[in-house]
């Protein structure tokens, strides 16, 4: 093993193996569960050699010389965007059973919130549109049950300050009113990734989330076409535009 230019990176092949996404993979090797060659290593530069036999808790990790896949599900609701729930509940991943390779969720939607997910076996994809310096922006639809005041929408359009700090200006506007006094939609987009962000935000102004559904995801949106609990693999244009909006091409 070595931190020179040559070899993988091995947080990019742990994620690569499918063990954990990227940077769960660098949490994991900065807490000494990864070894290389019987040694624990620790310092997240270290690049692996294919010969190098590289192990998580002790279970040898090997991989799979398969091709990069893309996928996007419509995910329903009461599903855990999780590779396995220790619970036994349905997860995204079980509505991808036919696909050959082992894929994971790209970032992760809510147990109650459906809409947009992407899930693939591209590490470094994966591990770019998730982190904050690339501002990846994510469209919600939100149902809330009565119509909001204009302090309201400004205060989410300047930023909400939750208990783990002030949310970065989002982008907001009214779409419709559906029924007799049920649900006003609104899209909000915003480039962070907290956790049940969303509804945090809008209970902190005052308006409880009804529903929720993501409708975009960088520059993909989610088609009226692909039905709810169906999944298709993403054409070579929609994996350009992803590259390209993270700056791998």
Do not use: C
């Not at 994966?126 to 639809?141: D, I, Q, S």
């Not at 809330?144 to 783990?164: C, F, H, M, S, Y």
């Not at 956790?195 to 945090?200: E, P, T």
């Amino acid at each position: 093993m070595n931190t020179d230019t040559k070899g993988e990176r091995l947080q990019k092949l742990l994620a690569h193996a499918g063990v954990a996404s990227r940077r769960q993979a660098e949490q994991m090797i900065l807490e000494g569960q990864v070894t290389v060659n019987g040694e624990i290593v620790t310092i997240l530069g270290t690049r692996v050699q294919p010969q190098d036999k590289v192990a998580v808790q002790g279970k040898l990790i090997t991989v799979p010389a398969e091709s990069l896949v893309y996928y996007v599900l419509h995910k329903p609701t009461g599903v855990i965007t999780s590779a396995m729930d220790p619970q036994g509940r349905k997860t995204v991943v079980d509505l991808l059973r036919e696909v050959p390779q082992r894929v994971y969720p790209i970032g992760r939607l809510d147990y109650d919130t459906s809409g947009l997910l992407l899930l693939t076996n591209d590490g470094e994809l994966a591990y770019r549109l998730m982190h904050p310096r690339y501002g990846v922006e994510k469209t919600y639809r939100v149902g809330i049950k009565e119509k909001p005041t204009d302090e309201a929408l400004n205060q989410l359009r300047a930023g909400v300050v939750l208990e783990d700090g002030k949310t970065a200006p989002a982008k907001v506007r009214e779409v419709s009113r559906i029924g007799e006094g049920l649900f006003r939609f609104l899209d909000i987009t915003i480039h962070e990734g907290r956790n049940r962000q969303v509804r945090r935000m809008f209970a902190k102004v005052g308006y409880p989330v009804a529903s929720l559904q993501r409708i975009r995801f960088g520059p993909l949106e989610l088609e009226p076409s692909l039905s709810i609990g169906k999944y298709r693999a993403l054409s070579a244009t929609e994996v350009y535009k992803l590259q390209r909006a993270v700056q791998l091409i």
